[in-house]
């Protein structure tokens, strides 16, 4: 199970990478063209929202571009005895991949959650043993599986 999301989250990273690079190209052939044809203060003010939508999609490529580096340098392989950073472990029916924050996914029938070692409830895991009961938000978490 656990390479099965591993390798369902690399593809994620790398699709919206992907994705993003795409829309920024995009753009910028867009600015170049509207350049071309157009004159006066609504060109300058596409070409300024234009530049402003670009900025957010290189923040967004550069948070995606250091998760994915932060995802590809954890050894996911590694057998564990304790939780931490790689561990996937199963609690109340919900997988938790201790890696870097990405989006809720199901696959198989399962919901996943991969959160970064520094998210609270990762705090609260990191270090405890197959067996082991957190409390969070009022919640109980057993761990039921460790990988």
């Not at 900025?55 to 996911?76: H, P, R």
């Not at 919900?94 to 991969?114: D, Q």
């Not at 705090?123 to 599986?145: A, P």
């Amino acid at each position: 199970m656990k390479k099965k999301i591993t390798q369902h989250y690399s593809n994620f990273i790398q699709n919206k990478i992907d994705s993003l690079r795409q829309m920024i190209a995009d753009l910028t052939e867009d600015a170049k063209n509207d350049a071309k044809g157009s004159a006066g203060d609504k060109h300058e003010t596409a070409l300024s929202m234009m530049h402003l939508e670009q900025e957010k999609l290189n923040q967004k490529l550069k948070e995606f571009l250091e998760a994915k580096s932060i995802f590809e340098s954890i050894d996911f392989q590694k057998i564990n005895t304790k939780v931490t950073v790689g561990s996937l472990v199963l609690a109340n029916d919900i997988y938790f991949l201790i890696s870097v924050s990405l989006p809720k996914v199901e696959l198989e029938g399962k919901t996943i959650f991969a959160i970064s070692p520094q998210a609270p409830l990762a705090q609260k895991l990191i270090g405890r043993v197959l067996g082991d009961s957190i409390e969070m938000n009022q919640l109980n978490y057993r761990i039921n599986h460790l990988e």
